[in-house]
């Protein structure tokens, strides 16, 4: 089973939701041959309750993920916090429509929530943290404590960092989810559907729930993979994006 754990619902935080869009960057999914993703739209990202909405009117949602196509879509959202970082959160349906209307008031780039505030929540303990691209030069994960990054399920290799900081990202990240007791997982990324599986974890055995993909992952029962064109996906991703904005200026 192959799963891509960072995948954003658009191109851009203020751009509409379509689920024209949406449809055909499942079908670039398992055109790429992943069997789901994480759907890890920003927290505070426009129409971002009326992707769930969308996904609840066309989708049927069983287990603790919505059959898309064949794709299976575990529910997850991008949390900035108030120490600089990213924080991937994957859960069920509920977990993640209560965690949107905890974050309410958390929106703006002056209030963000604290690290230690949003792992206090009780139910927390039943979702997937990753902690997104921890050394990312605009926001990294630096600035919180080891006991802090402890609390973190595991530690992401972030497509576009891999294609930018090289081979040398891996080791680094390695080591720091080696002090902690966790692993590395993969995540794409992806805001363009181009760039959707150029990194991914490969599991061998199948899984149906959040708590059964939190056990394989403390278990470390996956591996993680680059598709051979990776390169490739972010770059065209990269330019396909910015034509899209540049569209809209226009």
Do not use: C
């Not at 059964?212 to 396909?240: C, G, M, T, W, Y």
């Amino acid at each position: 089973m192959k799963i891509d754990f960072h995948v954003h619902a658009k191109l851009g935080k203020k751009v509409p939701f379509s689920l024209k869009e949406f449809t055909k960057m499942m079908e670039e999914a398992k055109w790429n041959g992943l069997d789901a993703i994480a759907l890890t739209e920003h927290f505070n990202a426009m129409d971002y309750v009326q992707i769930y909405q969308t996904l609840d009117r066309h989708y049927p949602y069983q287990s603790t993920y919505y059959d898309v196509a064949g794709i299976k879509v575990f529910p997850g959202m991008e949390v900035d916090i108030a120490e600089g970082g990213h924080i991937l959160l994957i859960g069920s349906r509920s977990d993640i429509i209560r965690m949107t209307k905890r974050l309410e008031r958390y929106k703006n780039k002056d209030n963000y929530m604290p690290f230690d505030q949003l792992m206090s929540f009780h139910g927390m303990e039943n979702m997937l943290k990753i902690g997104a691209h921890p050394f990312r030069e605009k926001n990294p994960l630096t600035a919180l404590s080891e006991s802090q990054l402890a609390k973190l399920d595991a530690f992401e290799l972030n497509a576009k960092d891999a294609a930018k900081q090289g081979i040398g990202l891996r080791p680094k990240l390695e080591r720091m989810a080696s002090v902690h007791g966790k692993t590395v997982t993969a995540g794409s990324d992806t805001h363009h559907y181009s760039q959707i599986g150029a990194v991914y974890n490969h599991f061998n055995e199948p899984f149906h729930t959040v708590k059964q993909l939190k056990e394989k992952i403390a278990n470390d029962e996956f591996e993680v993979r680059k598709s051979p064109f990776l390169p490739v996906k972010i770059q065209a991703a990269k330019v396909l994006k910015k034509k899209y904005k540049d569209g809209r200026k226009g």
